[in-house]
């Protein structure tokens, strides 16, 4: 297992997009755009290699030892990424997934444990994190809860994918928007005087519903 920067390999771009997709859709062109920003002077998304190598531990490959071009040597099976947190000696981590197919086999903690000893060698002395429903896995590596914040936050895919779905279709003759709402095998329709509305966005996977979320802020001191 290696971990590699997502900038020293830019051809990982499209396997990182996918990857977090799985957990968190989004449009592949915002997606893009923001793993585009990575750098080593923050924010820097790091990647998980499988190279094949069984040794428990992970290797952090600071320098690309090839062409950008190529694909390092191995699957990708793991993000994160890493800023400067608000407060002086702080990174701010986010983002950090195992692919689906290889969790339950401690790979999160190992990936962590690296993270944090990367972070502590380049100067920073704490970590502060948000997570949703992970937090058991972040205090069984030394996070504690500061604090919980209520955030506006799109819809899971299992949330749209549940037994009540909701349709609406614009009929510009009318200057009339009718919804139809799909409830175990019924339906209704209810048609609703309005303007013209804006154009639809490019992509549907980011026309999800908005609902409220609880973060938990987490952070842990570097010794």
């Known amino acids: 297992m290696r971990i590699v920067k997502l900038h020293n ?76 947190g608000s407060l002086e000696g702080e990174a701010y981590i986010e983002s950090l997934i195992i692919c689906k197919s290889r969790r339950g086999q401690g790979l999160g903690s190992q990936f962590m444990v690296s993270i944090e000893q990367f972070i502590k060698s380049i100067g920073f002395t704490s ?15 030394g996070y504690s809860l500061i604090t919980t914040i209520e955030a506006l936050g799109p819809a899971s895919v299992n949330i749209i994918a549940g037994e009540t779905k909701t349709q609406s279709k614009f009929n510009q003759n009318t ?8 409830q175990q095998g019924t339906s209704s329709k209810l048609s609703i005087d309005c303007p013209l509305p804006p154009p639809p966005p490019s992509n549907p996977i980011t026309n999800r519903p908005v609902i409220k979320q609880e973060k938990i802020v987490m952070n842990k001191r570097l010794t």
């Open 9 to 84: 390999w830019p051809i990982l771009m499209d396997d990182c997009c996918s990857l977090l997709n799985q957990e968190w859709p989004r449009s592949k062109t915002a997606r893009i755009h923001s793993l585009s920003k990575s750098s080593d002077y923050f924010p820097m998304c790091l990647c998980l290699i499988d190279d094949g190598d069984n040794n428990s531990i992970i290797k952090l490959e600071t320098n690309s030892n090839g062409d950008p071009l190529d694909k390092p040597i191995g699957q990708l099976i793991g993000h994160v990424k890493v800023s400067r």
């Open 127 to 141: 970590i502060t994190l948000h997570t949703i429903d992970a937090s058991n896995f972040y205090s069984k590596l």
């Open 175 to 182: 200057n009339q928007l009718i919804v139809t709402n799909h």
